[in-house]
């Protein structure tokens, strides 16, 4: 159920990606206290990327999830900067991150919802 969607003008090798992807599907499952079998984690490359008028490395990254803590969302933003700056070498200060409560009859998986 917890998605996370990173698009980021920063390309990644492919030798470096799957692992990358990996641990950013396990992060989120941690910081949620999930079950990492229902984490999904998107990475796209996005060369078009303008960030505060500078093309300089940057991410936009989507956290949705059924029952997220708005309270911990601060939280989670240091996680997912430090998790960003630590992989991809993009300062946090040019990481949006948009957080999204999903209700349970919304969210739809193995034909039919949460």
């Given amino acids: 159920m917890p998605l996370l969607k990173i698009t980021t003008n920063r390309e990644m090798n492919q030798?470096?990606?799957p692992n990358f992807i990996k641990q950013a599907?396990?992060?989120?499952a941690d910081m949620l206290g999930k079950p990492e079998k229902y984490?999904?984690?998107?990475?796209?490359?996005?060369?078009?990327m303008?960030?505060?008028?500078?093309s300089a490395s940057s991410a936009y990254l989507e956290?949705?999830?059924?029952?997220?803590?708005?309270?911990?969302?601060?939280?989670?933003?240091q996680v997912l900067c430090d998790l960003i700056q630590r992989q991809l070498q993009i300062p946090k200060e040019r990481v949006?991150?948009?957080?999204?409560?999903?209700?349970?009859?919304l969210w739809g998986w193995n034909g039919a919802t949460f």
């Fill in 15 to 17: 030798t470096d990606l």
């Fill in 25 to 28: 599907s396990t992060t989120v």
């Fill in 39 to 48: 984490v999904m984690v998107s990475y796209e490359f996005n060369p078009d």
């Fill in 50 to 54: 303008l960030f505060a008028g500078t």
């Fill in 63 to 77: 956290l949705k999830s059924i029952g997220l803590p708005g309270e911990r969302t601060s939280e989670f933003s």
């Fill in 96 to 105: 949006y991150i948009e957080f999204s409560n999903a209700e349970r009859h």
